[in-house]
């Protein structure tokens, strides 16, 4: 979770707001707690992958974090990956090679 007692720089304001706004409940509740979980520790690649991740439509990032349709190969990312693993719920819709053993 974000350190409460500093503030987040613009950039990661700007990335928790649009995380929590997506347009969707669905998708406001699982991108925007995982967001709001990372947000502080991620490093300025982390921040660049997911700036990326969320340019996906909304009803494709539900999908893909609900395990209702699997991540595309060409939508996939280092980012997209871990937001599967925390959003889904027991290997739901995870690529085989993420599923815990």
């Known amino acids: 979770m974000s350190n409460e007692t500093e503030p987040l720089d613009p950039r990661r ?3 928790l707001f649009r995380a929590h706004h997506r347009g969707t409940k669905e998708a406001d509740l699982m991108i925007g ?4 979980d990372n947000i502080a520790a991620f490093t300025e690649a982390e ?4 700036e990326a991740v969320l340019e996906h439509p909304d009803v ?3 999908d893909w974090l609900s395990g209702r349709r699997p991540i595309p190969p060409e939508c996939r990312s280092p980012m997209l990956d871990r937001m599967a693993v925390e959003c889904a719920g ?3 819709g995870l690529p085989e090679e993420l599923r815990p053993r």
Do not use: C, I, K, M
């Open 13 to 15: 304001r700007r990335l």
């Open 33 to 36: 707690r995982f967001v709001a």
């Open 47 to 50: 921040l660049d992958e997911l």
């Open 60 to 62: 494709d990032l539900a």
């Open 90 to 92: 027991p290997s739901a």
